[in-house]
Nanobody
Framework: QVQLVESGGGLVQAGGSLRLSCAAS????????MGWYRQAPGKERELVAA???????NYADSAKGRFTISRDTAKNTVYLQMNSLKPDDTAVYYC?????????WGQGTQVTVSS
C-alpha cells in the first residue's frame, strides 16, 4: 500500500498561483504513475495531470499551459504548480499513486479560487 499526504491548498484570487505537494510513502517502488485529480461540487472526479515513473507527463486540456506536474524522487514527492488560476479551478484536489491494478488516494486538499 502507498500512503499519500497532500498539502498546499488554500484560497487564492483569480490569476494567482498555488503549488500542491504530495508526499508518498510505503510501497513506492511499485508506483508506475502519479497523478493529480480534482472534484468540484456536483461533478465527477477528473484527471488534471499525471507523471509516469519514466517522467512522461499528461495534462487535461483545462490544465495545459497553466499547470505543471513535477516530482522530486529523492523526496518521494510530486508537485502540481498551478498558475493563472480561475474560479472554475475550485475543487478538492486529490493525489493518486497508481500501481498495477491498484490506485491509492490521498485525503484531498481544497483549492478555492475567488473572482
Amino acid at each position: 500500500q502507498v500512503q499519500l499526504v497532500e498539502s498546499g491548498g488554500g484560497l487564492v484570487q483569480a490569476g494567482g498561483s498555488l503549488r500542491l505537494s504530495c508526499a508518498a510513502s510505503g510501497s513506492i517502488l511499485r508506483i508506475v504513475a502519479m497523478g493529480w485529480y480534482r472534484q468540484a461540487p456536483g461533478k465527477e472526479r477528473e484527471l488534471v495531470a499525471a507523471i509516469t515513473s519514466g517522467g512522461s507527463t499528461n495534462y487535461a486540456d483545462s490544465a495545459k499551459g497553466r499547470f505543471t506536474i513535477s516530482r522530486d524522487t529523492a523526496k518521494n514527492t510530486v508537485y502540481l504548480q498551478m498558475n493563472s488560476l480561475k474560479p472554475d479551478d475550485t475543487a478538492v484536489y486529490y493525489c493518486a499513486a497508481l500501481r498495477v491494478g491498484v490506485a491509492d488516494w490521498g485525503q484531498g486538499t481544497q483549492v478555492t479560487v475567488s473572482s
